[in-house]
C-alpha cells in the first residue's frame, strides 16, 4: 500500500486566499489535506491530486447540536478521511466514547476515519494500558473488515519548535507493534501511521519503520516548500 501523507492544518490559515493559496501549493499525489471545515468547498475545488479530508465530525442522533457538522455534510462536501480523537480534542473533554461514536458515524457515512492515539508523557510506564484503552473503546464492536487509519501521536512529541520533541524512532517503533497487535484484535488490517513534529529531515527514520504507513503532519504542512519535500520522500518510499 502507499504511504501517506495527512496535512492538519488545525485552526489555519486565517483567510479563504491563504487557504487556496496552500492548497494549490501543496495539491501532491499521496497527500491528504485536512483543513478546517470554514474551507472545505474551495479547498475540494482546489485540489486536483491530493485528497480532501476534516479535523473532525460529529453524530447524527436525532438531537440538536449546535455548531457541529455531521458525516452527511461531510460526504456531501467531498471528504473522504476524518480526523478522529485527535489529542487536542481529547483535552477539550472529548471521550473515548464520544470517539468511538464519531468514528462509526464516519464509517456509516463511508468516510474513512484517521483514529488518533497517544500517551501523555514520554516513557510513561502506563502508557501501554493508556493506548490499549484508547483503541479497545474506539475499535471494538466494529466489523473486522473495516479499513480505519490509526495514528500514533504521542502528545509530548506534538507542535514542538522545529522538531525538538520528535519521538525516538526506536521508541515509535516499540509503540507501533504494539499499537498494530492492539488494532487487530479488532480490525483485520489497520493501517497504522506516526505523527508529533515530523518534518522533511526526520520524515525517513518514520517512514523506515516496520508497520509505519506513513504520517500525519501539523505544523509543517502549513509550510508549503518544506511540506513538498516531505511529499517527495513519500514518493520515493512508494516506488
Ligand atoms: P505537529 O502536529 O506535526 O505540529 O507536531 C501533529 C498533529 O497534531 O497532528
Given at each position: 500500500?502507499?504511504k501517506?501523507?495527512?496535512?492538519?492544518?488545525?485552526?489555519?490559515?486565517d483567510?479563504?486566499?491563504?487557504?487556496?493559496?496552500?492548497?494549490?501549493?501543496?495539491?501532491?499525489?499521496?497527500?491528504?489535506?485536512?483543513p478546517?471545515?470554514i474551507?472545505?468547498?474551495?479547498?475540494?475545488?482546489?485540489?486536483?491530486?491530493?485528497q480532501?479530508?476534516?479535523?473532525?465530525?460529529?453524530?447524527?442522533?436525532?438531537?440538536?447540536?449546535?455548531?457541529?457538522?455531521?458525516?452527511?455534510q461531510?460526504?456531501?462536501a467531498?471528504?473522504?478521511?476524518?480526523?478522529?480523537?485527535?489529542?487536542?480534542?481529547?483535552?477539550?473533554?472529548?471521550?473515548?466514547?464520544?470517539?468511538?461514536?464519531?468514528?462509526?458515524?464516519?464509517?456509516?457515512?463511508?468516510?474513512?476515519?484517521?483514529l488518533?492515539?497517544?500517551?501523555?508523557?514520554?516513557?510513561?510506564?502506563?502508557?501501554?494500558?493508556?493506548?490499549?484503552?484508547?483503541?479497545n473503546?474506539?475499535?471494538?464492536?466494529?466489523?473486522?473488515?473495516?479499513?480505519i487509519?490509526?495514528?500514533?501521536?504521542?502528545?509530548?512529541?506534538?507542535?514542538?519548535?522545529?522538531?525538538?520533541?520528535?519521538?525516538?524512532?526506536?521508541?515509535?517503533?516499540?509503540?507501533i507493534k504494539?499499537?498494530i497487535?492492539?488494532?487487530?484484535?479488532?480490525?483485520?488490517?489497520?493501517?497504522?501511521?506516526?505523527?508529533?513534529?515530523?518534518?522533511?529531515?526526520?520524515i525517513?527514520?518514520?517512514?523506515?519503520?516496520?508497520g509505519?504507513?506513513?504520517?500525519?503532519?501539523?505544523?509543517?504542512?502549513?509550510?508549503?516548500?518544506?511540506?513538498?519535500?516531505?511529499?517527495?520522500?513519500?514518493?520515493?518510499?512508494?516506488?
Amino acid at each position: 500500500m502507499n504511504k501517506l501523507l495527512i496535512a492538519n492544518w488545525k485552526m489555519n490559515p486565517d483567510s479563504e486566499e491563504a487557504a487556496v493559496g496552500l492548497a494549490h501549493a501543496t495539491d501532491l499525489e499521496g497527500v491528504i489535506i485536512c483543513p478546517p471545515f470554514i474551507y472545505l468547498e474551495s479547498i475540494r475545488g482546489a485540489l486536483k491530486n491530493a485528497q480532501l479530508g476534516a479535523q473532525d465530525i460529529f453524530l447524527s442522533d436525532g438531537k440538536p447540536h449546535t455548531g457541529e457538522v455531521s458525516a452527511a455534510q461531510l460526504k456531501e462536501a467531498g471528504v473522504e478521511y476524518v480526523i478522529v480523537g485527535h489529542s487536542e480534542r481529547r483535552a477539550l473533554g472529548e471521550t473515548n466514547e464520544l470517539i468511538s461514536l464519531k468514528l462509526k458515524a464516519a464509517l456509516s457515512a463511508g468516510i474513512r476515519p484517521i483514529l488518533c492515539v497517544g500517551e501523555g508523557d514520554r516513557e510513561d510506564p502506563t502508557s501501554e494500558e493508556f493506548i490499549t484503552e484508547e483503541i479497545n473503546n474506539a475499535l471494538s464492536g466494529l466489523d473486522k473488515k473495516e479499513e480505519i487509519i490509526v495514528a500514533y501521536e504521542p502528545i509530548w512529541a506534538i507542535s514542538s519548535n522545529e522538531g525538538a520533541n520528535a519521538a525516538d524512532p526506536d521508541y515509535v517503533k516499540k509503540m507501533i507493534k504494539k499499537i498494530i497487535r492492539l488494532s487487530r484484535k479488532h480490525i483485520h488490517h489497520p493501517t497504522v501511521i506516526y505523527g508529533g513534529s515530523t518534518n522533511s529531515a526526520n520524515i525517513q527514520s518514520y517512514l523506515g519503520l516496520d508497520g509505519v504507513e506513513g504520517v500525519l503532519v501539523g505544523s509543517v504542512s502549513l509550510q508549503s516548500a518544506e511540506f513538498a519535500k516531505m511529499a517527495e520522500i513519500i514518493k520515493k518510499n512508494n516506488k
